[in-house]
Every structure is written in structure tokens, then in C-alpha cells.
């Protein structure tokens, strides 16, 4: 049997435009963090269970692993934004279910780092000098 033969017997799962990557990508772009999470400092996962139909509409979605209210809402408003490919499956219709972990990070503020180089002081002076010279450098990540 050829591989296109094999490929006619089973059944096909809807894939997202552009594969996992581009679902990344787009969960990163419209993550929308929660004003009183960010002001909790709230972070990590929340994980939805979700169904995609013959359509490639998601049509019905649940939160397994909780966070926080608000961040579940986002990320219930996510998963029910995503528009996945239509499947040819020869006029079955086939509920698709899925898993997704939606993470919740805080970016980190910009700390300075700051660095300072002072010149050695010889072993033993011979009369009192002025003090070292000191030079203070400050990056910013």
C-alpha cells in the first residue's frame, strides 16, 4: 500500500495556520496580561482543555489548571479567538480536542547594572597621594 492510500484511511486533525510556531506566536502577541495580576505580581501557567470542530471554530473550552480569576478569563478569551485550518476528511465531522498551556510571565524592569574599576595602589606609597582614580560604568539591560 502507498502512503497516499494510507492517508485516505484516517481520520485528519485540524492544524493551526502556520503550525505550533506561528500558534505561539500569535498567543504571545495578543496575551493581554490582567491589570490586578500585574499589580499582584501574578505568574504561571493556565491550562485549557479545548474542542475544534469541522470548521476549524473552537467550540467549547475549559479551564483544567487554574491561576488566578482574570488570568483564566484571558486565557479562556484566547483559546475561543483561535481559528484553526479546515480539515478534508471526506464530509465527517469530527470534534477535535486539544491541550494548551498559556503562560503568564512578568517581565523583569530594567535593574542597572553597575560595575566600578579603581586603578591598584602601588604596594608601599612612597609619600601620600591623591586617591585613586575610580570609573563607574552603568548598563542597562
Same mark, same amino acid.
Given at each position: 500500500?502507498? %502512503? ?5 484511511? =484516517?481520520?485528519? $486533525?485540524?492544524?493551526? @495556520? ?10 504571545? %502577541?495578543? &496575551? ?19 474542542? !475544534? #470542530? %469541522?470548521?476549524?471554530? !473552537? !467550540? ?5 489548571? @487554574? &491561576? =488566578? /480569576? ?5 486565557? &479562556?478569551?484566547? !483559546?475561543?479567538?483561535?481559528? +484553526?485550518?479546515? /480539515?478534508? #476528511? +471526506? ?6 480536542? =486539544?491541550?494548551?498551556?498559556? $503562560? =503568564? ?6 535593574? @542597572? ?8 595602589? /602601588?604596594?608601599?606609597?612612597?609619600? @601620600?597621594?591623591? /586617591? ?10
Amino acid at each position: 500500500m502507498s %502512503d497516499s492510500q494510507k492517508e485516505k484511511r =484516517f481520520i485528519k $486533525r485540524p492544524e493551526y @495556520p502556520g503550525g505550533k510556531s506561528a500558534l505561539t506566536q500569535y498567543i504571545s %502577541d495578543h &496575551l493581554q496580561y490582567p491589570k490586578d495580576a500585574l499589580e499582584q505580581k501574578i505568574e504561571g501557567n493556565v491550562r485549557v482543555w479545548y474542542e !475544534v #470542530n %469541522d470548521n476549524g471554530e !473552537v !467550540v467549547d473550552a475549559k479551564i483544567i489548571q @487554574p &491561576l =488566578f /480569576p482574570s488570568c483564566d478569563e484571558e486565557a &479562556l478569551r484566547l !483559546v475561543r479567538s483561535l481559528q +484553526y485550518g479546515r /480539515p478534508k #476528511n +471526506y464530509h465527517l465531522r469530527v470534534k477535535t480536542a =486539544f491541550t494548551i498551556n498559556i $503562560r =503568564f510571565r512578568l517581565k523583569e524592569a530594567a535593574q @542597572p547594572l553597575t560595575i566600578q574599576y579603581s586603578q591598584a595602589n /602601588p604596594a608601599k606609597p612612597a609619600k @601620600p597621594t591623591q /586617591p585613586a582614580e575610580t570609573y563607574t560604568y552603568t548598563i542597562h539591560f
